[in-house]
């Protein structure tokens, strides 16, 4: 069967819809019952970021050197825990996931390997972080946010009570790295109203080049302050090391982010 201009490799329906997995012209692609990609994979080479937002939301790198310890909400495909379990040897991954058919589809179909170094819990993340913010805090010194069903961002991860846990749970130096979908401007300005509630003006927007994705980074009081300088001469040693667009990602935070971006570089 042919669907979204490529061969329908696997159909399967939950309680929440429809996934499917599609392939074309060797990309893969994972759908939930509509036109919008959740995850893509190169098949000739599955351990490459393909999808423009998933590299953006790399851009962290520029303000933290490595993670220890990871928590992903929302795994699609996995294709970003797949990157970070190969990049990153030392770097534990934790991942919460609603649905337990994508975990199958991930493994299955995007090759998450089974790692010592990953775990996923099928559970809605608002009542995950909320319970886990009420027992711990800095638990990790990354979170990153993808979460998003067939019609747009998952309402679990928009509230300013879930960027409240994030909070809580994320080290003093910690970075919060959200995937939010700037093309509706109303939920967007909303969801970065309650961001600014939670971690004030310590924040910096960066939109995904030609995708109505903006990638949010929310940083906890303790992050490291780089000069413009030294922010443009690390962009070309990652840009060596993970061939990602680093130094483009530079621009464009001074560009989108006039008034706050003097807060997290010293210009």
Known sequence: MY?????????????????EVVDNAGIRALHFGSEARQSTMSLAEPDKLL?????????????????????????????????????FPNTQVKVIEYRRGVVKIAHSYFGLPLSPRLKIKVEDAAIYMRRQSVKHSAQHD????????????ADAVIHAAFFDSCKTL?????????????????????????????????LLFLPVRGRGNVIGFAFNEKFSKLSLKEL????????????????D???????????TFHRIIKT
């Open 142 to 153: 990354l979170i990153l946010v993808d979460a998003f069903d067939h019609e747009g961002m």
């Open 170 to 202: 994320l080290t003093d130096d910690g970075i919060l790295v959200m995937n939010l979908w700037g093309s509706n401007k109303a939920l967007f300005g909303q969801i970065a109203w309650n961001l600014q509630q939670v971690f004030a003006e310590n």
């Open 232 to 247: 443009k001469i690390k962009a070309l040693e990652l840009e060596k090391t993970y061939q990602l667009e680093f130094s």
């Open 3 to 19: 669907k979204y201009s490529g061969l329908v490799i696997h159909q399967s329906h939950d309680d929440d819809g429809i996934i």
């Open 51 to 87: 999808s423009l937002y998933a590299r953006t939301m790399m851009a962290w790198l520029l303000f933290k050197e490595h993670s220890d310890n990871l928590l992903m909400i929302g795994l699609g495909g996995g294709v970003l825990p797949k990157y970070f379990l190969h990049h």
């Open 249 to 259: 990602f530079v621009s464009e935070l001074k560009k989108h982010n006039p008034n």
